[in-house]
C-alpha cells in the first residue's frame, strides 16, 4: 500500500457561534496518484469537508477539531500565513462555478501568472512564462498572447474550466481538491475535462479529492470512493467492491438511482429528504428514510465496522445488506407505443434568438399517449424547440400543427382548448413556481383558467393533482420555499396535470435535482404516462434517463435532429456519428464499471 | 462611424444634449403658462399702452410661442440670456460672478466628501457587523434622512448662534472677493453639503465592498494563496468601484439642487441664491437661465457617470467592440 | 432478528402554516430596534401633528407678548418674531407639512409603480419610451422643478403636491422597472403567459407581489424625501403663507431671533428632524428584514 500523502482523522467542522456541527468523524487517507471519489446529495457536507482540506471554512462555519495532515504536517491550526503559503501550491482547490471564480475584472494571463508569483516558483521571469505556456499545454488551451489577453467572460464554460484546472495544478501541488467541476458543462466536454484530471493526476503523482453529486462521474474516475450523508460518511471503500457490493443501505439506493443506458430497470428514488445541520435525529441520520432500518437503529449512532480490506461502513445491518446481495430490482416497464397518429407536427421550423438562428428545418412528429424524448447538449436547441410548441417562443417561420389545425405562435392567440391541452413543466423549480402565493393557490390557476368550477370542486381537484403526484393535502396552504426542489417539482407537475393535458411537455425537469430525486420524478412521469395514457415529450442532454420512458428519441445537435426512431434502435444501434459519440460520453454506470475492472 | 468606446462617448453625449433641450422646453413650457403679462409686470399698474405695447415689441411677445423659444433658444448657445425683469441688467452679468462662487462651493464639498465617504465605506465593509459599523449604519441613517435646510439650520444653532458661537451664521462675501479668499464663511455651507452626500456614497460603497468581499472569486483568490494585500487591491477593489462611481456622480449632481437651499441659509452669494431670489420675484429670464444652468450640470455627471462605468468594467467594455 | 423498525418514508410537513410572505416581512422588521424606534419617533409627531391643534393654549395667530420673548407661563416656548405663542404654532404646524408630504407620495406611488410594471412588462420600445420621459423629469433636481413650477403658477398648495407627487414617480419607477425585470423572467411568468393569463392579472398577480418588499422600502424612502421636500419649499416661503402656522414657515421667519429667543426655529426643526430620521428608520428595517430573508432565513 502506498504512503498516504493526504490523511485526514476525526475532522470536524460547526456552524460558527452555534456548536452545530456540519460534518463530523470525517477520516479518509489519500496516496499520491490515487484518486478518491467523496460523493453524497445536497446537504451532505461533501462541499464543506472540501473546502476544510484548504484550513478553509465558508461564512458562518469554522473548523472546530480534528486533523488534515498533508505530507504529515497538519494544516488545521496553522497560522494565517502559512495557510497561504500551503494553498495554491501544496494543495489547490478547483472550484464548481469556474465562471464566478475567476475574477470578471482582470485578464486571465494575470489571473494565471499570479499563482506563480504568489508562490515564487521558478527563479526567473523565463522560468515562470515557460511554466504558463506549459501549464495551457497539459489543459490543452491555445498558448498565444491573443488568448490570454481574454478576460473570463470572453470564453466558454469549457475553457473557464480548464484556466480553473491550470490555475490548480500551476504550482505542482501535492494534493488537489476538485468540487464538482464539471457541473453544467456538456458531455463531451466533461468527458474530456475528466481524462485531462485523471492524466495530471498521474503524470505528476498528485493525491486527487474529487467532490461530486454524480456517481457515474466519480464511478469514470475514482481509484476510492467516500459516500456521505447528513455530514458523516456511511461508506469507504474501493470503487469496485462500493459499487458492486455496497454495505450501505443508502450507498445501494443511490446506485439504484443511476439511471442506466440499457435501461433494464426503472429508478427507484429515495422517499423524504435528507436532514439539516442541527435537524439530525438520534441515531442513524438515514434510518427515517431506511427500508433496513430496525428499532436500533433509531437510537444508536453506528459506528464504523470493518467490511473488507480498506472497505468501511456505518451501518448496524450491513452484514444482512451484503447478504442479500444485488437486491431484485424492479424492472423496467414496458414504453407503450402510441397510435399511428399525429398529436404534433412539427415541420420544417427554423428559429432564432434575435439575429442568431438556433433552428434549421426541424421537423418532428408527437403521438399521442407517448413519450418522445428529445436529447442534446446544451445550445443544440431542444428547449427552443420545446418553447415553439408551446407558444413561449415566438420568432420562428414553419408550421406547428396540433390535432391537424396549424397552432398560432403564441399562447396567447391560442385558443382555450390547445392552451389547455398542451401543458409545459420547466426546468428549475426554484423559479416556476410564485413564491408569493400558497401551492394551493399555484395549482388553482390552471382550473380558473380552464374549467368553470365550484370552490368544492376545485378544492378536490387539487387534493386529487396533488396525491397522483404523491403529496399529501398538508401541503396546500404551504409556500414554495418551504418545501425542497424535488417537492416544487413535483407541484409544477400536478399544476400541468390538473389542467387535464394530450401533451406534458417536460424541459429539463430534472437537471436541477439531486440523483435520487431525479430518479423519483423521473419513474413519477414514466407512472403517470402510462397510467393516465399523457403524450410526454421529454427533452433531456442525459442519455442515459430516457430508456426506462421513452419509445422514440430525436436526438439534436446543432439546432438540427440528427438521428430519430425508437429508442432502442437507436441506443442499440446509433447510425450517426454524433450520436455514437455522444453515447460513448455519457458516463453511465455500466461503462463505469467496466472501466473499473480496468482499473485494478 | 459611431463605434467602440468613441463611439459611445459621443453617443451619450448626443444623447445628453437631447435631454438638455428637451428639458429647456419643459422650462420654456413651465414659464409660458404664466398668467399675466411681463411687460405690465416690469412697468407696474401706471404703464400707458403705449409703454407697454412698445416694451412687448421689445420683448417679442407678439410673436408666436414657437419663434420665441428659437430666439431664446439661439440666445442661450451665444451667451445672450435675456434681461432680468427684477434687475434690468443682461441675466449673464447678474449670474456671472455667482456660478463661480457656487462652483466653489460644491468642489471643496466634493473634494472632502469623496474621500471621506470611499474611506468609510471601506473600513464598514472590511469591519462588517463590528459595532463601529453598526453604529455608522445608524447614525449615517439618520444623517441622510435628514433635509438639507434642516442640517443647516441645526449646524446654525450649533455652532453659530445657540450652543457654540464659533462660525459666522452668515457668509457674507463681498462681491469683488473670490470666495476662497473666506475660508471661515465657507466652512458651514461646505459641512452641510458634506453632510448631505457623505452617506449615500458610503452605503453604496460598503454594499458593493461586502459583495465583492463575499464573491466567489475573492474566495478563490484567498484559496489560491493570494497575500491579503493582494486580494484586496488587485482582486476586489477594481470590481468595487463601478457602482460607486455612479453613485457620486449621481450625488454630486445632486449638490447642484442642494446649494440652492444652503445658499439661501446661508445668504452665500451662488447661483442658488439668485435663483430663490429670481422666484420670489417671478423673474422669468433668470429663473429659466439658471434652471438651465443647474439641469446642464446635472446631466453631464450623469453622462459622465454612465460612461466611467462603462470603461471601469471590462464585461461592458468588450461587448461594445 | 430485532423487528423493523416503523419506517416514515413519506415525512409529513409538520411545522405549523406560515403567513403571507408580506407579514413575515412586517414582523421580521419590527423585531429589529432600528424599527422600533422609527415607529416610535413617527407615532410621536404624527400625533403632534394631528392632535397638536386641540392642545394648544392659544391660536396660532394671537399675539400674547412681545416678539422673542423668553419663555414664561403665557408662552411656554416663547414667543416668535411677531409675538405669537411658538408653543401653540408649533402645535398647530404639523399638519400641512404631514398632509401635503402624503398626498404627495401616494400620487408618486400610484404613478410610478403603473409607469415602472408597465415598462417592465410591456414590448421594448414602450418601456424606452417611458424611460425616457422618466429621464427627462429626473434630469431636474426635484427642488428646481418645484420651483420654476412656483415662479411659474405661485405659491399654490395643489402645485406643490402635483410637482412634488410627479417629480417622485421617476425614482419609483425606476426601482419598480429594476425589480420587475428580474421577476419577468422567472419562470412562473412564463408558466403564466403558457395558461393564457391575461396581462393585466400577470402583472397585478405574480409581478407586483413579488416585489412589494423594495416598494415598501422605496416607499418609506420617498415619504422621507417628500416631508423634506415640502418643508423646504415652505421653508422658502413658497409653501404655505403667513399668518399660517407650517413648521417649515415658521423655521425661517424665527432665524432672526436665533441669538434671542431659539425656541421659534428649534421646535420646528427637530419635529421635522425626528420625523424624517422616523420615516427613515422604518425603510431601513424593512430593506434589512428583507435582505435576510433573501440570505436564506426563511421564517425565523
Known amino acids: 500500500m502506498r504512503t498516504p500523502v493526504l490523511e485526514v482523522e476525526n475532522l470536524r467542522v460547526e456552524v460558527e457561534g452555534r456548536g452545530i456541527d456540519i460534518v463530523d468523524e470525517i477520516s479518509f487517507d489519500v496516496a499520491g496518484g490515487e484518486v478518491l471519489g467523496l460523493v453524497g446529495e445536497s446537504g451532505s457536507g461533501k462541499s464543506t469537508v472540501g ?140 468527458a474530456h475535462v475528466l481524462e485531462t484530471v485523471r492524466m495530471l493526476c498521474d503524470a505528476h503523482g498528485v493525491a486527487a479529492v474529487y467532490v461530486s453529486h454524480d456517481l457515474a462521474v466519480v464511478a469514470t474516475l475514482a481509484d476510492r470512493v467516500a459516500v456521505m450523508y447528513g455530514g458523516r460518511i456511511v461508506e469507504l471503500g474501493p470503487e469496485r467492491a462500493l459499487f458492486k457490493t455496497s454495505a450501505h443501505p443508502y450507498t445501494r439506493r443511490l446506485i439504484e438511482a443511476i439511471p442506466e443506458l440499457s435501461g433494464r430497470h426503472a429508478l427507484e428514488g429515495i422517499p423524504g429528504t435528507p436532514p439539516r445541520p442541527g435537524h439530525r435525529p438520534t441515531g442513524c441520520y438515514f434510518a427515517p428514510r431506511c427500508t433496513y432500518a430496525v428499532v436500533r437503529c433509531l437510537e444508536e449512532f453506528p459506528a464504523v465496522s470493518r467490511v473488507s480490506d480498506r472497505h468501511d461502513v456505518r451501518c448496524f445491518r450491513h452484514a444482512d445488506v451484503l447478504a442479500l446481495g444485488a437486491a431484485e430490482r424492479r424492472p423496467a416497464a414496458p414504453r407503450l407505443q402510441g397510435p399511428p397518429e399525429t398529436l404534433i407536427d412539427v415541420q420544417r421550423v427554423d428559429a432564432a434568438h434575435g439575429e442568431r438562428q438556433v433552428l434549421f428545418d426541424v421537423s418532428l412528429a408527437v403521438r399521442p399517449r407517448e413519450c418522445i424524448a428529445l436529447v442534446g447538449e446544451s445550445g443544440s436547441g431542444k428547449t427552443t424547440l420545446a418553447r415553439c410548441i408551446a407558444g413561449l417562443h415566438r420568432n420562428f417561420t414553419g408550421t406547428i400543427e396540433f390535432d391537424g389545425r396549424a397552432l398560432p405562435r403564441d399562447a396567447r392567440g391560442r385558443d382555450r382548448r390547445t392552451r389547455q391541452q398542451i401543458q409545459y413543466i420547466f426546468q428549475s423549480p426554484y423559479s416556476s413556481l410564485n413564491p408569493r402565493k400558497t401551492i394551493g393557490e399555484i395549482i388553482n390557476q390552471p382550473l380558473r383558467l380552464f374549467f368553470e368550477l365550484g370552490r368544492q370542486e376545485r378544492h378536490a381537484r387539487i387534493v386529487a393533482a396533488l396525491e397522483r403526484v404523491q403529496l399529501g393535502p398538508s401541503v396546500v396552504p404551504r409556500y414554495p420555499h418551504e418545501l425542497s426542489g424535488g417537492e416544487r417539482q413535483r407541484v409544477a407537475i400536478a399544476r400541468g396535470l390538473a389542467a387535464e393535458p394530450t401533451l406534458l411537455v417536460c424541459d429539463e425537469v430534472t437537471s436541477a435535482l439531486d440523483v435520487s430525486v431525479q430518479a423519483a420524478i423521473v419513474d413519477l412521469l414514466a407512472e403517470l404516462q402510462r397510467d393516465m395514457q399523457l403524450g410526454l415529450l421529454f427533452v433531456t442532454h442525459n442519455l442515459a434517463l430516457i430508456r426506462t420512458i421513452a419509445a422514440d428519441v430525436a436526438v439534436m445537435s446543432g439546432g438540427r435532429i440528427v438521428e430519430s426512431g425508437k429508442v432502442d434502435d437507436v441506443l442499440d444501434s446509433p447510425q450517426q456519428e454524433y450520436t455514437k459519440a455522444l453515447l460513448a460520453d455519457t458516463p453511465s454506470m455500466e461503462t463505469a464499471l467496466a472501466a473499473a475492472g480496468d482499473r485494478v | 462611424m459611431l463605434h467602440g468606446i468613441s463611439g459611445f462617448i459621443i453617443r451619450r453625449l448626443l444623447l445628453g444634449l437631447l435631454t438638455l433641450l428637451l428639458v429647456s422646453l419643459v422650462v420654456f413650457a413651465a414659464t409660458q403658462a404664466l398668467p399675466g403679462d411681463p411687460a405690465r409686470a416690469i412697468l407696474g399698474r401706471s404703464a400707458t399702452p403705449d409703454s407697454l405695447r412698445a416694451l412687448r415689441e421689445q420683448l417679442n411677445l407678439n410673436q408666436s410661442a414657437i419663434v420665441q423659444y428659437g430666439d431664446w433658444l439661439k440666445g442661450l448657445v451665444t451667451g445672450d440670456l435675456g434681461t432680468s425683469l427684477a434687475a434690468h441688467e443682461p441675466v449673464s452679468q447678474v449670474i456671472g460672478k455667482r456660478i463661480e462662487n457656487s462652483a466653489v462651493l460644491m468642489l471643496f464639498a466634493a473634494l472632502i466628501s469623496i474621500p471621506l465617504a470611499v474611506a468609510i465605506g471601506a473600513v464598514t465593509a472590511r469591519r462588517r457587523d463590528s459595532t463601529f459599523d453598526h453604529g455608522m449604519s445608524v447614525g449615517l441613517l439618520g444623517l441622510a434622512a435628514l433635509p438639507e435646510f434642516v442640517v443647516a439650520i441645526l449646524l446654525v444653532v450649533l455652532l453659530g448662534t445657540t450652543v457654540f458661537q464659533v462660525l459666522p451664521a452668515v457668509s457674507l462675501i463681498p462681491p469683488q472677493d473670490h470666495a476662497w479668499e473666506h475660508p471661515k464663511e465657507l466652512v458651514l455651507p461646505v459641512l452641510t453639503l458634506v453632510i448631505a452626500v457623505t452617506p449615500y456614497i458610503s452605503r453604496i460603497m460598503r454594499a458593493s465592498m461586502v459583495e465583492v468581499l463575499e464573491s466567489d472569486y475573492v474566495e478563490m483568490a484567498r484559496l489560491k494563496g493570494m497575500p491579503e494585500q493582494k486580494v484586496l487591491w488587485r482582486h476586489a477593489v477594481p470590481n468595487g468601484i463601478a457602482p460607486t462611481i455612479q453613485v457620486v456622480a449621481l450625488n454630486l449632481a445632486y449638490l447642484a439642487g442642494g446649494i440652492v437651499v444652503v445658499e439661501f441659509v446661508f445668504g452665500y452669494p451662488g447661483i442658488g441664491a439668485a435663483f430663490v431670489d429670481a422666484v420670489a420675484n417671478r423673474d422669468i429670464p433668470v429663473v429659466q437661465a439658471l434652471a438651465i444652468v443647474i439641469a446642464a450640470v446635472y446631466v453631464f455627471l450623469n453622462v459622465a457617470a454612465d460612461v466611467v462605468t462603462i470603461l471601469v468594467s471590462p464585461r461592458l467594455r468588450t461587448s461594445l467592440r | 432478528m430485532t423487528e423493523a423498525a416503523a419506517v416514515q418514508p413519506t415525512p409529513a410537513l409538520t411545522a405549523p402554516t406560515q403567513p403571507r410572505p408580506v407579514v413575515l416581512l412586517l414582523r421580521r422588521a419590527w423585531r429589529q430596534t432600528r424599527t422600533k424606534v422609527g415607529v416610535v419617533l413617527v407615532l410621536l409627531l404624527v400625533g403632534i401633528a394631528v392632535i397638536g391643534p386641540f392642545l394648544a393654549p392659544h391660536s396660532p395667530t394671537e399675539f400674547v407678548a412681545a416678539p422673542y420673548a423668553h419663555p414664561s407661563s403665557t408662552a411656554l416656548l416663547g414667543t416668535d418674531s411677531l409675538g405669537r405663542d411658538v408653543l401653540s404654532r408649533f402645535l398647530w404646524g404639523g399638519r400641512s407639512v404631514l398632509g401635503l408630504a402624503l398626498a404627495a407620495t401616494a400620487i408618486g406611488l400610484a404613478l410610478g409603480v403603473t409607469i415602472g410594471l408597465v415598462a417592465a412588462y410591456a414590448s421594448a420600445t414602450a418601456d424606452d419610451v417611458l424611460m425616457r420621459a422618466m429621464d427627462v423629469i429626473l434630469a431636474f433636481p426635484s427642488l428646481v422643478l418645484a420651483l420654476v413650477a412656483v415662479a411659474t403658477v405661485g405659491p399654490q398648495l395643489w402645485l406643490l403636491v402635483l410637482v412634488v407627487g410627479i417629480t417622485t414617480a421617476p425614482r419609483v419607477s425606476r426601482v419598480t422597472r429594476g425589480s420587475s425585470v428580474e421577476i419577468v423572467e422567472r419562470d412562473f411568468v412564463s408558466a403564466a403567459e403558457a395558461m393564457g393569463e391575461s396581462r393585466r392579472k400577470i402583472l397585478l398577480g405574480e409581478i407586483l407581489p413579488n416585489v412589494a418588499s423594495p416598494l415598501l422600502v422605496e416607499a418609506s424612502l420617498r415619504l422621507t424625501y417628500s416631508i423634506g421636500l415640502i418643508a423646504a419649499l415652505s421653508f422658502l416661503g413658497f409653501g404655505l403663507q403667513p399668518p399660517a402656522a407650517d413648521w417649515g414657515l415658521m423655521i425661517n421667519e ?47
Not at chain 1, 480534528?66 to 500565513?81: C, K, M, T, W, Y
Not at chain 1, 491573443?146 to 480548464?162: D, V
Not at chain 1, 464538482?180 to 466536454?189: A, F, H, I, M, Y
Not at chain 3, 425603510?283 to 428583507?290: C, K, Y
Request: hydrophobic share 40%.
Open chain 3, 254 to 300: 424665527n432665524r432672526q431671533g436665533l441669538t434671542v429667543q431659539p425656541w421659534g426655529v428649534v421646535a420646528p426643526v427637530l419635529a421635522i428632524a425626528l420625523l424624517t430620521i422616523g420615516t427613515s428608520l422604518i425603510g431601513d428595517g424593512v430593506a434589512r428584514a428583507s435582505a435576510g430573508i433573501e440570505r436564506g432565513g426563511g421564517a425565523e
Open chain 1, 51 to 190: 473546502v476544510a482540506l484548504l484550513g478553509h471554512a465558508r461564512r458562518g462555519a469554522k473548523i472546530a477539531g480534528g486533523s488534515v495532515r498533508i505530507e504529515g504536517r497538519d494544516i488545521v491550526g496553522l497560522p494565517a500565513e502559512a495557510l497561504r503559503a500551503l494553498r495554491g501550491r501544496t494543495v489547490s482547490y478547483v472550484p464548481q462555478d469556474p465562471g464566478a471564480a475567476l475574477n470578471p475584472a482582470l485578464r486571465i494571463r494575470l489571473q494565471l501568472m499570479e499563482t506563480l508569483v504568489a508562490h515564487g516558483f521558478g527563479s526567473s521571469d523565463e522560468e515562470r512564462e515557460k511554466r504558463l505556456r506549459e501549464m495551457l499545454g497539459e489543459v490543452m488551451l491555445p498558448q498565444d498572447d491573443q488568448f490570454l489577453r481574454r478576460y473570463p467572460h470572453q470564453l466558454s464554460g469549457g475553457q473557464q474550466q480548464r484556466v480553473g484546472l491550470a490555475m490548480a495544478f500551476a504550482c505542482r501541488p501535492r494534493v488537489i481538491v476538485l468540487d464538482e467541476p464539471t457541473t453544467g458543462l456538456d458531455v463531451t466536454t466533461q
